[in-house]
């Protein structure tokens, strides 16, 4: 028992492994929940679901469902399973980082952003949301975010999966080349 505290305690896992698990849990929520893993549509879900509440008129289209109509809306505004994974990586991470005992707040202060984008925490924040805002944008175009599409749509083979995939590394260097040229 305490050769399993110690391990799940470590800072980092190996990667085979943490592959293994996350080709179980995938495998695990297609059989048994059958749903993908997929946590894109969760701040979607959520934005509907508080803005029907806060202005249902605004909120009253096809893409969060017409109130009273017969039209099935793109994103559920409720709490849906992306939501509750969501949740869940959420109150994971904090766990693991608290079991391996490396949890605390940051500021985004990692030296190399730091090099590049001066010492303001500000401009780090500003950059990190807006990049943030263009992959979900992303996300909404190709159909699904890296849990969804690249890990589950990988899982299954789906060669929009593997598209994705090779865009995002490829779109992924070409912005750090963009960003850090040769400083890195």
Excluded at 60 to 83: D, H, K
Excluded at 163 to 180: E, P, Q
């Amino acid at each position: 028992m305490n050769q399993i505290k110690s391990f799940i305690s470590k800072e980092s896992w190996s990667p085979y492994l943490a592959g293994i698990v996350l080709g179980t849990v995938g495998l695990l929520t297609v059989l048994l929940a059958n749903t993908l893993l997929g946590a894109s549509g969760a701040f979607e879900s959520i934005a509907g679901l508080i803005g029907k509440k806060i202005a249902p008129s605004v909120f009253s289209n096809v893409y969060w469902g017409v109130e009273g109509g017969r039209a099935m809306p793109v994103i559920r505004p409720e709490i849906t399973w992306s939501v509750i994974l969501l949740v869940g990586v959420f109150i994971g991470g904090t766990l693991a980082a608290l079991s391996s005992r490396t949890f605390k707040f940051r500021f985004n202060d990692d030296t190399q952003w730091k090099r590049i984008f001066g010492p303001q925490p500000w401009k780090r924040w500003v950059l990190g949301f807006l990049g943030a805002i263009i992959v979900a944008y992303g996300a909404g175009i190709a159909g699904g975010c890296t849990s969804g599409l690249a890990i589950s749509g990988g899982m299954l083979f789906v060669p929009a999966a593997f598209l994705f995939m090779a865009g995002f590394m490829v779109s992924g260097i070409i912005t750090i080349l963009i960003v850090y040229g040769r400083r890195y």
